[in-house]
C-alpha cells in the first residue's frame, strides 16, 4: 500500500512561515491536496493540484510537490491558522491520506 | 449554497447495522463522484469508499470490504453507506464528500456523524 508521511506537529510563531511536509514514494508524480481541520469541525481544502488554492482561501497558503515531497507553506501565519493538516493523493485507485500535522501557533 | 448533509450515526452494539446518508443540496450530485471518510476519535482521516458518477465504479478500503456497502440514488440527490458486522474499531465520525475538478479533490465534506460501536 501506499503511504504518505507527515511529522505529528510543526510549531511556529505567529507573522512567520509556518512549512508542513508529507512524504510519498515518487509523490512528485502524483498530485497532492491539503485539508485542514479545526477542532470539531469538517475537513477544508486549502491546496489541490499542488498549489492550487481555493476560492476564500488566503493567499498566505501555498503548496508544492516534487521528487517524494510535496509542502503546504503559510506565510505570515496568524492564530486562525492553529489546526491540523492532511496531505493526500490517489494511488491508482485509492485515496491516501497522511497522518496528519498539528500546526501550533505559539 | 452546495453543501451536504448526513444523517444516521448512533449508537450500536458490535455485530449490528448502520446506514449512513448524505444528501446534497445546491449542486446536481449525478454530476460527481463521491467519497465517504472516517476519523476515529483522536486518530487522522481513514479513506473508506468511493462511487462513481452513475454508481458502476465502486472502491473500498482493504479493511472495509464486504462489510460496508456504498450507494446512491441520483434521483434523491443522495449517497449512503451501508455498515454490517460493526467492531468496535470502526468507531468514528464518518464524513461523506464530493470529488471534483481534473484533479479530484474534494469539497464541500458534509458535517460528520458519530457512529458508535459499544455494548
Known amino acids: 500500500s501506499y503511504d504518505l508521511t507527515q511529522p505529528p506537529s510543526v510549531s511556529v510563531s505567529p507573522g512567520q512561515t509556518a512549512s508542513i511536509t508529507c512524504s510519498g514514494d515518487?509523490?512528485?508524480?502524483?498530485?497532492a491536496s491539503w485539508y485542514q481541520q479545526k477542532p470539531g469541525q469538517s475537513p477544508v481544502v486549502v491546496i489541490y493540484?499542488?498549489?492550487k488554492r481555493p476560492s476564500g482561501i488566503p493567499e498566505r497558503f501555498s503548496g508544492s510537490n516534487s521528487g517524494n515531497t510535496a509542502t503546504l507553506t503559510i506565510s505570515g501565519t496568524q492564530d486562525m491558522d492553529e489546526a491540523d493538516y492532511y496531505c493526500?493523493?490517489?494511488?491508482?485507485?485509492?485515496?491516501?491520506f497522511g497522518g496528519g500535522t498539528k500546526l501550533i501557533v505559539l | 449554497e452546495v453543501q451536504l448533509v448526513q444523517s444516521g450515526g448512533g449508537l450500536v452494539q458490535p455485530g449490528g447495522s448502520l446506514r449512513l446518508s448524505c444528501t446534497a443540496s445546491g449542486f446536481t450530485s449525478s454530476s460527481y463522484a463521491m467519497i465517504w471518510v472516517r476519523q476515529a476519535p483522536g486518530k487522522g482521516l481513514e479513506w473508506v469508499s468511493y462511487i462513481s458518477t452513475g454508481g458502476n465504479t465502486i472502491y473500498y478500503t482493504d479493511s472495509m470490504k464486504g462489510r460496508f456497502t456504498i450507494s446512491r440514488d441520483n434521483a434523491k440527490n443522495s449517497l449512503y453507506l451501508q455498515m454490517n458486522s460493526l467492531r468496535s474499531e470502526d468507531t468514528a465520525v464518518y464524513y461523506c464528500?464530493?470529488?471534483?475538478?481534473?484533479?479530484?479533490?474534494?469539497?464541500?465534506w458534509g458535517q460528520g456523524t458519530l457512529v458508535t460501536v459499544s455494548s
Open positions: 515518487k509523490l512528485g508524480d502524483k498530485y
Open positions: 493526500q493523493a490517489w494511488d491508482s485507485s485509492s485515496v491516501v
Open positions: 464528500a464530493r470529488i471534483v475538478g481534473e484533479t479530484n479533490w474534494f469539497d464541500p
Open positions: 493540484q499542488d498549489r
